[in-house]
C-alpha cells in the first residue's frame, strides 16, 4: 500500500515560488527512485521529475527544467520539489510518487498559479 502524503500546495501568482514536500512512510525510501507528477484539470497525468535512490541523479520534463528542482533527504523520508517561474500551465494537482507514470502514488496537493 503507497503511504505518501504530500503538502505545501497553495495559491501562487506567476512567477512565484512553492515548495512541495512528500513524506514516505513505506519504509523503503532509502532505496527507491522517486518522482513527481502532476494532473492538470480535464488532463491525464504527467511526469515532471525524478530523483534517484542517492541523490546524484536527477531528471526533468521540458516543461519544467530549469523552474523546478527535486531534491530529497533520506534522514527525513522526504522528497522536495521546488518551484520557481510558475506559470499558468503549472495549475495542476501534484503528487509524489513511486513509478514515472504516477501509478503509485500519493493523494496529492493543490497548485494554483493565478492572478
Known amino acids: 500500500q503507497v503511504q505518501l502524503v504530500e503538502s505545501g500546495g497553495g495559491l501562487v501568482q506567476p512567477g512565484g515560488s512553492l515548495t512541495l514536500s512528500c513524506v514516505d512512510s513505506e519504509g523503503t525510501f532509502n532505496m527507491d527512485w522517486m518522482y513527481w507528477v502532476r494532473q492538470a484539470p480535464g488532463k491525464g497525468i504527467e511526469w515532471v521529475s525524478g530523483?534517484?535512490?542517492?541523490?546524484?541523479?536527477?531528471d526533468y520534463s521540458d516543461a519544467v527544467k530549469g523552474r523546478f528542482t527535486i531534491s530529497r533527504d533520506n534522514a527525513k523520508n522526504t522528497v522536495y520539489l521546488n518551484m520557481n517561474g510558475l506559470k499558468y500551465e503549472d495549475t495542476a494537482v501534484y503528487y509524489c510518487a513511486k513509478d514515472k507514470m504516477g501509478a503509485r502514488r500519493g493523494q496529492g496537493t493543490q497548485v494554483t498559479v493565478s492572478s
Open positions: 530523483i534517484n535512490s542517492h541523490d546524484n541523479g536527477k
